[in-house]
């Protein structure tokens, strides 16, 4: 039943007054309420003076790439400070984590065949791989280098190559359209959830294949070096002419990074692979400029700011997306789009002037392309964390792979947290957003929802979503929530790819989402109560 007064919509609503995980459980009807005068203020601001176009436009193509630690990182975390203290933000400052490692960045690649004919070889440097200290020219060998005993047979042959690493691979045309958006058919499939297997982890299998490969990876760095390797080539991971591609070498300070490693395009590399199959000698030139920008595994950075909240100003209600991006493309969908929504989501709320309960903190994270490394530690140093081995022998491996030595260890700021939302999926319109399994919070979702349906936003959907930075948020029992997405050509051509830039951005659909995002970070920080809570399964 849905009632209107004075502005303020509100909607009968289920809401547990005891714990998610207790063994009884009562409740009682509360009322949602969603002011519509707010919402209608930030529908005015974010559809008729939008700025979350020129936010966008200067941090693809002002700045470009934002690889963790690069100088373009650091220009967009200036960037991003300048436009929160423009705004009237406050608090606004950069929050330092862990030792992230050497920064790096690259102003130029060029690959081509020689011989047997000339013919321009449409490639780009990994990240964190040296350069060639100039144009190069080798014969072309296509070895498989993925055991020791691989190194062992090839020890001796490769002085002065290019070797092609990967398997020829057969071309795969599309089935299906590069650009989707949800239909209701679509929408309608998310509702159905799951019930998920029994675990299956073996934590000591991970931690053992995690070690091998790090050493290997290492071993065969230094390898390459020793035998006097030109450079290496790897397939685009995509087909159609798009390079996909991201991290090699070694970005540790201290590690050998290898020789210059580039990813080529299939139809690119296969051609060269038919050649040499063929038995034919195959001459390329390279060249990549490429460098690191530091000598030591120095820290990395979030963006943080905020809008102090009045009665309840200790309680904090956040949003965030990262920052950081690979370098091939401009970071455009991943995730410049997902930036200038939540800033534009903060300018929005000051400009309309609002006076939240909770303060209101948005967060733009780095390391996220590298495991969500900027968010976990500032959850861990902010929030909670689980207490893992500090032994020597598990330095090596990462915060998930350590073995945990205790329960969640809770600070202070834990019980003042409420909710934090999270946007990563590329440019594409809102269309509702994933519980993560807190039943609690759906209702109460599908009322912040009810004010945007008529621009596609309906739909509250009880399964998870992972693998971006709400997750660090959830796995200590925080409510952490990632927005439904249209994908657009998300993951058919710009995701990780050389064709992550602008165009392939929409500007109505991230004027949508400012909209969207914007009002549930204002209802969430007028709640008389903070968001409910799930439970932990380690704690059932």
Do not use: C
């Not at 007064?5 to 609503?13: K, R, S």
């Not at 200036?78 to 690259?106: I, P």
């Not at 690649?109 to 440097?125: D, G, K, Q, W």
């Not at 047979?153 to 057969?170: M, N, Y």
């Amino acid at each position: 039943m849905l009632r209107v007064t004075g502005g303020i919509l509100a909607v009968a609503l289920m809401v547990a007054t005891v714990p998610f995980h207790a063994t009884t459980v009562s409740a009682q009807t509360k009322v949602e309420p969603v002011n519509l005068d707010v919402v209608s203020q930030i529908r005015q601001e974010a559809f008729y003076r939008s700025q979350v176009m020129s936010t966008f436009t200067h941090l693809t193509e002002g700045i470009g790439p934002r690889l963790t630690n690069s100088p373009s990182m650091a220009k967009a975390n200036a960037y991003t400070r300048g436009k929160f203290n423009e705004w009237g933000l406050s608090k606004v400052h950069d929050d330092a984590f862990a030792d992230f490692g050497r920064g790096w960045e690259f102003s130029k690649s060029r690959v081509e065949m020689i011989s047997p004919r000339s013919l321009p070889l449409y490639a780009l440097p990994k990240a964190w791989t040296p350069g060639t200290n100039g144009v190069v020219e080798g014969d072309a060998i296509a070895v498989s280098l993925k055991t020791k005993d691989d190194l062992a047979k090839q020890k001796g042959k490769l002085r002065g190559k290019i070797v092609f690493l990967s398997d020829l691979r057969d071309y795969k045309p599309g089935l299906e359209p590069d650009l989707k958006r949800y239909d209701e058919a679509g929408l309608a499939a998310l509702q159905t959830f799951a019930i998920p297997k029994p675990r299956s982890d073996d934590m000591a299998k991970r931690r053992e294949d995690f070690r091998k490969s790090q050493q290997f990876a290492r071993e065969l760095n230094q390898f390459l070096v020793d035998e006097g390797v030109l450079a290496t080539v790897s397939i685009s991971g995509w087909d159609n002419g798009i390079i996909r591609v991201g991290g090699g070498g070694s970005r540790r300070a201290g590690e050998s990074a290898g020789v210059a490693e580039f990813a080529m395009i299939a139809e690119h590399y296969n051609q060269v692979m038919r050649a040499l199959k063929r038995k034919e000698t195959v001459r390329i030139r390279a060249e990549a400029d490429s460098r690191f920008t530091s000598d030591s595994n120095d820290a990395g950075y979030n963006t943080l700011a905020e809008i102090p909240g009045s009665s309840k100003a200790d309680e904090i209600v956040m949003l965030g997306a990262h920052l950081d991006s690979w370098h091939t493309g401009t970071g455009a969908a991943d995730n410049a789009a997902g930036v200038a929504v939540m800033m534009e989501a903060m300018r929005i709320l000051k400009a309309i002037g609002v006076k939240p309960k909770r303060t209101i903190r948005v967060a733009l994270w780095g390391g996220e392309e590298q495991g969500l490394i900027g968010s976990q530690d500032y959850v861990a140093r902010t929030f909670a964390d689980y207490p893992t081995s500090m032994a020597e022998e598990d330095s090596v491996f990462p915060r998930s792979l350590r073995p945990r030595t205790g329960p969640l260890q809770r600070k202070p700021a834990y019980d003042k947290f409420s909710v934090y939302f999270n946007m990563d999926n590329g440019s594409g319109k809102i269309r509702g957003i994933y519980a993560q399994e807190n039943l609690a919070a759906t209702p109460i979702f599908e009322a912040w929802l009810k004010p945007f349906n008529d621009i596609g936003a309906t739909t509250v959907v009880s399964r998870n979503t992972g693998s971006t930075d709400h997750i660090a948020f959830d796995r200590v029992g925080l409510p952490g929530f990632q927005f439904v997405q249209d994908g657009l050509d998300y993951f058919t051509n710009v995701h990780h790819s050389n064709l992550d830039t602008y165009d392939h951005a929409s500007e109505d659909d991230m004027k949508q989402a400012a909209a969207v995002i914007a009002s549930f970070v204002y209802h969430a920080a007028m709640r008389d109560e903070k968001m409910p809570r799930k439970a932990l399964l380690e704690e059932q």
